[in-house]
């Protein structure tokens, strides 16, 4: 699976890191893998990492997945995205429009800004995989 992740419970904080082509049913399928890791729903602060990512779907994909998406997995939540190309900010940025608005998501393009706004501290190694 090109996305891998981690969580760590000391800083309620999701990591995932996606490298090489990441497709659309990686995408649908990710709720389902956090839940059959015992990742507790909803996680109060996500960095994902998409820096090593190609998206293999368009726009019109990612949003009929979210779109109507529960409200649930997210409340209270923090979604701090991580992107270095304009095409990869372009699909982070729009895929925060479809979100319900129980989340703030925001696009940074270093880690530092990403951990700063989230509110938490980034330690060496959070995104190798």
């Given amino acids: 699976m090109p996305i891998h992740f981690r969580y760590h419970t000391d800083r309620q904080l999701l990591v995932q890191v996606g490298i090489g082509q990441v497709s659309i049913e990686e995408i649908e399928t990710l709720r389902d893998s956090l839940r059959q890791a015992g990742i507790p729903l909803p996680v109060l602060n996500t960095i ?45 940025m729009a895929w925060r429009g479809w979100l319900p608005p129980t989340i ?26």
Avoid at 73 to 80: I, K, Q, V
Wanted: glycine residues 8%.
């Fill in 48 to 92: 994902t990492d998409m820096r090593k990512a190609q998206f293999g779907f368009d726009l019109n994909s990612i949003r009929a997945n979210e779109e109507g998406m529960g409200q649930e997995d997210y409340t209270g939540a923090r979604h701090a995205a991580l992107a270095d190309d304009s095409r990869t900010t372009a699909y982070m």
């Fill in 104 to 129: 703030e998501v925001e696009v940074f393009s270093v880690p530092e800004s990403a951990y700063s706004w989230l509110g938490v501290q980034h330690l060496d190694g959070d995104l190798d995989f």
